[in-house]
C-alpha cells in the first residue's frame, strides 16, 4: 500500500480543509487508475466542470446548515407541508438512497483527516449498478457562532469520482471508519436544499436496519464564503416549519 508522500503529510500542519484539498486534488491527477486533471465540483445538484490547475485559485463554498428531526409518525405530514412550500410542487418529489462510508486518514502531527463517500444505490431505469454517480465530500469544522448567527457554518468540498475511489483512498493510507446508508426525499426552494431521509445501520452483509424510529432533516445552502446572508433565508424557511419539526444549530461536540 502506498502512503502519502512527504509534502502531502507536512501538510497535515496546517488546516484539514487545506489538507482535503490537497487530497482531493491529488486524487484527479494522473494515476494508475487513469484519473484525469477533472472534477465534478457539486453545487446543489448542478455540476460545474472545475480544471484543478498548479496555479489556480481553490473554491470554497460554505455550508449553511440547519438540522433536525421528526418521528416517523409524523413524517407524511411534513411531507405534505414541505410539497406546499417547495418549488416545482406539481413534479414528483426527487427520492435518494445512498450508501455512505466513512473513511479517516492519520492523526498525523496531531490532526486527523475525515472523508465521506457517497454511492448512489437507486438505480435508474436505463442504468447498470455500476453506472450509479459516487461522491467524495469533505466537511471542514462546523462553526455555531454565537446565538445571533441563524445557521451552523462549515467547509464542504464535494467531487464526483469514479467507482474505483475506495481503492485509490486506501492506497492513500485511508481506512473506513463505518457506514451507513440514507433513504429519504429532497425538496428544493430557490438554492436550499431540504432533505428528509432516514439513516440505516448495516447490520450483516446487505441486510440494512432502520437505526431510529425517527427521519433526520436538513435544510442547508452551498455558497461561496462570506455570502452570510444567505443564512437569514435558511432560518426563515425553518420557521415555516414549525411547530412540525424544530431545525436548529446542532453543537457536535456534545454528541
Not at 455540476?47 to 455550508?63: A, H
Not at 418549488?87 to 465521506?116: A, C, H, I, K, M
Request: with cysteine; proline share 4%; net charge negative.
Amino acid at each position: 500500500m502506498e502512503d502519502l508522500d512527504d509534502s502531502a503529510k507536512a501538510s497535515l500542519g496546517h488546516s484539514s480543509g487545506a489538507l482535503a484539498r490537497s487530497a482531493l486534488r491529488s486524487a484527479t491527477r494522473r494515476n494508475k487508475h487513469g484519473a484525469s486533471a477533472s472534477v465534478l465540483i457539486y453545487n446543489g445538484a448542478t455540476p460545474l466542470e472545475v480544471r484543478l490547475e498548479e496555479d489556480e485559485e481553490d473554491i470554497d463554498l460554505t455550508e449553511y446548515l440547519l438540522q433536525g428531526s421528526v418521528l416517523d409518525s409524523s413524517k407524511d405530514v411534513l411531507i405534505h407541508r414541505l410539497r406546499g412550500l417547495a418549488d416545482n410542487v406539481d413534479e414528483q418529489v426527487e427520492t435518494f438512497q445512498d450508501r455512505e462510508r466513512v473513511l479517516t486518514l492519520g492523526p498525523v502531527s496531531g490532526q486527523t483527516l475525515t472523508l465521506y463517500v457517497r454511492q448512489a444505490m437507486d438505480v435508474r431505469p436505463g442504468m447498470d449498478q455500476s453506472d450509479t454517480p459516487w461522491t467524495m465530500r469533505y466537511i471542514g469544522q462546523p462553526e455555531l457562532g454565537d446565538k445571533s448567527r441563524p445557521t451552523v457554518l462549515r467547509n464542504s468540498i464535494d467531487v464526483g469520482c469514479t467507482p474505483n475511489v475506495l481503492e485509490f483512498l486506501s492506497e492513500m493510507g485511508f481506512k473506513q471508519d463505518y457506514e451507513f446508508m440514507c433513504k429519504g426525499l429532497m425538496f428544493r426552494k430557490g438554492r436550499m436544499k431540504i432533505l428528509v431521509y432516514k439513516v440505516y445501520k448495516n447490520k450483516t452483509a446487505d441486510n440494512w436496519e432502520p437505526l431510529s424510529m425517527s427521519h433526520v432533516v436538513e435544510l442547508s445552502v452551498l455558497a461561496p464564503q462570506g455570502h452570510d446572508a444567505v443564512a437569514e433565508d435558511v432560518r426563515n424557511f425553518a420557521e415555516q416549519l414549525k411547530p412540525l419539526v424544530q431545525l436548529e444549530k446542532t453543537d457536535y461536540r456534545r454528541l
